[in-house]
């Protein structure tokens, strides 16, 4: 397999990303059943302003392009506070998925932040999202917490 790299998103790239990651979350909490769908990309999109404030440059967050022989295959979001990482989002494009390039990316991402002394990283995955779970389950994070939820029909 080729080798993953990550570099800092551009300007341009940056607002790409907005926009499918806006798109991605919203769905996510669609298929939750979190938020109705009607209302959904302006819930994502009022949080990603909350989020970040002031863009590429908001304190602690970072943003990448994740490449493989000059080939963009996706992007991550990552927050770094003290000695823990947050892994807001990685996407890979469609048409690189279940090749291996998410574990990679995974592993290029733990060493970078391993090398900078942080010493934990956190995520978020949807319940329904059975690949990602399995993913990272395989490379060795724990579930911490588990929310459940129910509808009734009355």
Request: with cysteine; charged share 25%.
């Amino acid at each position: 397999m080729n080798k993953i790299t990550l570099r800092q998103m551009s300007d341009g790239e940056f607002d790409s990303f907005k926009v499918s990651t806006v798109k991605s979350f919203a769905a996510g909490n669609v298929t939750a059943g979190t938020w109705k769908e009607s209302e959904a990309e302006d819930k994502a999109e009022s949080m990603l302003k909350q989020l970040l404030p002031d863009g590429t440059v908001t304190a602690g967050h970072r943003f990448y392009a994740i490449t493989c022989e000059q080939e963009d295959l996706g992007t991550l979001w990552i927050f770094v506070q003290d000695r823990t990482a947050f892994l807001f989002d990685i996407m890979l494009e469609e048409k690189f998925r279940g090749m291996g390039h998410g574990r990679q990316t995974m592993s290029v991402m733990e060493k970078m932040l391993a090398h900078e002394g942080i010493g934990e990283i956190e995520l978020h995955v949807f319940g329904h999202n059975t690949p990602a779970r399995a993913l990272y389950r395989k490379i060795g994070y724990i579930e911490t917490d588990v929310s459940m939820k129910k509808s009734l029909s009355v």
